[in-house]
């Protein structure tokens, strides 16, 4: 076992504190501490799990800790504390620093790469609010080589105050995160922070935001943006996507996923197939779907959709076999497109398939009002109470536009009142005497119709069906019962 030994810094990347050991004990850097331990430097630095215990045990420190703050790197890609990461997200080479943080460790043999430093999404310390600086060498693993002859830059004072994020992460990496909600938890770093800035950067830059090409400072402030909605849990970030389509400068009818969504549904779609990009995908599927007329069979973001949600005016026309026009007058008749909707605004709009193309079928094999009492078997007197009672319900509400120039009743509407007449039992012949129909009951005195109506219908009141009569004229009651009744009451 080493000995002595530096205090390990949980805070450090493990390559970084391997080559301040190594200056400690023999002046050279960390290969010659590896080779003398017969460990292989291309295996620990790719943070090969046997490389990494094998230093462990060598300088006797717990395994698990020193696992921690390795980094696995692969051709493609990488893994960090069990979570597959991209090749770009988190880099264990010590290509930037924070100045301040630097000048307290002391001299070039005592500086720690900080293992929060390595992410993509920070470009700030956090303990000292500065801008972090830009080494000399991209590509070495510790700052004594990365700096080499460097001077120390200047701290550079970042935005007053600190993007909540950055205390996100650094309560993740500490194992510190208790008050965070459940659907952050289940998602990983990169799966956070990537989704945040996608969200943010369309939110704050446009559709067609480069994020590439943003400075250190719209980076953070795109991220910030996001993780804040992000953090709120799904149904904010449902909200956010709803701002992104509604701000989407598309305007053509024949607008595509790409125009509405722009960056955040690119990544989704072509760049993001290495890494899982977690729930946001799900999230944007959901919205895609329940917002455009996609048809069946389409695959939308990996995932084949095999129900239409939703029409455009273009494609409801051919399913009802309706011209535009006429389907564009119905549907506003309807109150399906807004009556001071212009023809861009309604030809632009979708409908949901499952209650839009019945209730236009509906409407074309509806009922005129007044051919209701014949469809009904009932009196023109008898419609026209149940109708100003709310009974049968027209298909244009009363109060909507057109309704009183187009009073008609949908066929399913007026069969289902038909159904329950004739779920009445059949009148027995010897009984002829003693039963009547309801508007001699009603004349009699047993009460108002439309009342002994309903009451017989909710099977308050006993009745019986004429098999030989329709609807509401093949009711039959007995009247001295009804009669007796009401006075007793």
Request: with cysteine.
């Amino acid at each position: 076992m080493l000995w002595p030994t530096l205090p390990f810094d949980p805070q450090e990347t493990l390559t970084s504190y391997a080559d301040r050991l190594s200056m400690f004990h023999t002046g050279r850097g960390m290969e010659r501490l590896l080779r003398d331990n017969g460990i292989n430097l291309e295996h620990f630095v790719s943070g090969r799990v046997d490389a990494v215990t094998g230093f462990g045990e060598a300088i006797g420190h717990p395994v698990e800790a020193i696992r921690r703050n390795a980094i696995r790197v692969f051709q493609r890609g990488g893994e960090f504390r069990g979570e597959a990461t991209s090749k770009s997200f988190l880099l264990p080479q010590a290509k930037r620093y924070c100045p301040a943080c630097l000048a307290e460790d002391g001299g070039p043999t005592d500086w720690k790469f900080r293992l929060i430093w390595g992410f993509r999404h920070v470009q700030r310390c956090d303990r000292h609010g500065v801008w972090l600086a830009a080494t000399g060498n991209a590509a070495a693993s510790c700052l004594r080589i990365a700096m080499n002859e460097m001077v120390l830059g200047e701290p550079v004072q970042a935005a007053p105050e600190q993007a909540s994020y950055l205390d996100w992460l650094r309560d993740r990496l500490d194992s510190t995160c208790s008050k965070e909600h459940p659907w952050l938890k289940d998602q990983t770093l990169e799966q956070v922070l990537t989704a945040s800035e996608m969200i943010g950067g369309v939110l704050q830059h446009g559709h067609e935001v480069k994020l590439s090409k943003l400075s250190p400072a719209e980076t953070e402030e795109a991220t910030d943006i996001g993780f804040s909605i992000c953090r709120e849990g799904p149904e904010a970030v449902v909200e956010a996507l709803d701002t992104i389509r509604q701000t989407s400068p598309a305007s053509a009818v024949q607008a595509g996923t790409l125009a509405h969504y722009g960056t955040l549904f690119d990544w989704l779609e072509r760049r993001s197939n290495a890494i899982d990009p977690g729930p946001i995908r799900d999230l944007l599927r959901d919205h895609i779907v329940k917002h455009s007329a996609v048809e069946p069979g389409t695959k939308v973001l990996g995932v084949e959709i095999n129900e239409r949600k939703f029409h455009t005016l273009y494609s409801l026309s051919a399913e009802v076999g309706i011209e535009r026009p006429r389907l564009s007058c119905l549907l506003r008749k309807l109150g399906e497109i807004p009556a001071d909707a212009t023809e861009v605004e309604g030809a632009n709009m979708v409908f949901e398939a499952a209650t839009t193309v019945p209730l236009i079928e509906a409407f074309q094999t509806a009922i005129p009002l007044r051919d209701v009492p014949e469809y009904l078997g009932a009196t023109k007197r008898q419609i026209e109470i149940l109708y100003r009672e709310g009974f049968v319900q027209p298909l244009v509400p009363r109060t909507d536009r057109g309704s009183v120039r187009h009073v008609v009743f949908g066929r399913s509407h007026l069969d289902g009142i038909l159904d329950q007449i004739a779920g009445l039992p059949e009148k027995v012949t010897s009984d002829d005497e003693g039963l009547h129909p309801i508007s001699y009951a009603c004349q009699r005195g047993a009460g108002w119709f439309e009342r002994l109506f309903i009451e017989i219908l909710e099977g308050r009141v006993p009745a019986f069906r004429d098999p030989t009569k329709k609807g509401i004229g093949s009711i039959r009651v007995e009247v001295r019962p009804l009669i007796a009744a009401k006075f007793a009451a």
